[in-house]
T-cell receptor
């Protein structure tokens, strides 16, 4: 069974804090993704990585950075948390390739509240 | 930009009913993903398909590439099917980036 594990289910942080969200996958997947999910907006891509030390901006990278030092781990960093970053954050991983081999596997989500 | 549209947005059904959720998309794709999200957040992959039809238990997914349309059917629905169902498409040459629909919230009443 593919497993994508996010470090926390719930987090409460103060405005201005630096926040780290960690994601680990155990299936040797090349691709890893960070999304945020907000009511009515669906999943929006923040950053993704297709290899160690490689990263690409998604649709909404502002206020975020990422780190991928090891293949299995992809970290999302909120440099200075703000209340508009209160959201559900979801990590996913997939193999590189095409078609049905690129099924995405998701973590359980981290609900972050910035106060 | 809404490359992926789902309908309906919300759906309430009686237990036992046959349910259909639709997904239309506007881009060329190499595959389409149906996902299920229960309250609490975790997302589970139901199907990944690039043509035809797939069946798993009471769930059936179909795709018509020419019409850019997919449907997810649930036969003999049950309250445990209550969840948000999300359609995601994978365009070619995007580094495996998915485009997501906003989801269909399904409630099945006993």
């Amino acid at each position: 069974d593919v497993k994508v594990t996010q470090s926390s289910r719930y987090l409460v942080k103060r405005t201005g804090e630096k926040v780290f969200l960690e994601c680990v996958q155990d299936m040797d997947h090349e691709n890893m993704f960070w999304y945020r999910q907000d009511p009515g907006l669906g999943l929006r891509l923040i950053y993704f990585s297709y290899d160690v030390k490689m990263k690409e901006k998604g649709d909404i990278p502002e206020g975020y950075s990422v780190s991928r030092e090891k293949k299995e781990r992809f970290s999302l960093i909120l440099e200075s948390a703000s209340t508009n970053q209160t959201s559900m954050y979801l990590c996913a991983s997939s193999l590189s390739g095409a078609g049905s081999n690129t099924e995405a596997f998701f973590g359980q989500g981290t609900r972050l509240t910035v106060v | 930009k809404n490359e992926v549209e789902q309908s309906p947005q919300n759906l309430t059904a009686q237990e036992g009913e046959f349910i259909t959720i639709n997904c239309s998309y506007s881009v060329g794709i190499s595959a389409l993903h149906w996902l299920q999200q229960h309250p609490g957040g975790g997302i589970v992959s139901l199907f990944m398909l690039s043509s035809g039809k797939k069946k798993h238990g009471r769930l059936i997914a179909t795709i018509n590439i020419q019409e850019k349309h997919s449907s997810l059917h649930i036969t003999a629905s049950h309250p445990r099917d209550s969840a948000v169902y999300i359609c995601a498409v994978l365009p070619p040459n995007t580094g495996n980036q998915f485009y997501f629909g906003t989801g269909t919230s399904l409630t099945v009443i006993p």
